[in-house]
């Protein structure tokens, strides 16, 4: 669990749309109609912030990020 709300935030400037976000966590993130992503969930539930950081990960652009997350080697267990 952690202490403060985390969001995936989206940088539309930077997104080039390859999909690899939504697609590594179609339980957070869908595509909007040009192919960007769109959070669905927010703030991200702690049941998924594993999911949350591998987006991000995924993302070549680095167009996404988690806004309040510490990282993942500071979370605290469950």
Do not use: Q
Not at 31 to 45: K, Q, R, Y
């Amino acid at each position: 669990m952690t202490d403060s709300p985390v969001h995936l935030v989206v940088d539309r400037a930077a997104c080039a749309g390859h999909g690899l976000c939504y697609g590594t966590a179609p339980e957070l993130l869908e595509s909007d109609d040009v192919g960007n992503p769109v959070v669905l969930d927010d703030p991200v539930p702690d049941s998924h912030l594993d999911a949350a950081h591998r987006a991000a990960a995924a993302c070549p652009e680095r167009a996404l990020t988690l806004s309040g997350a510490p990282p993942l080697s500071e979370e605290k267990p469950l």
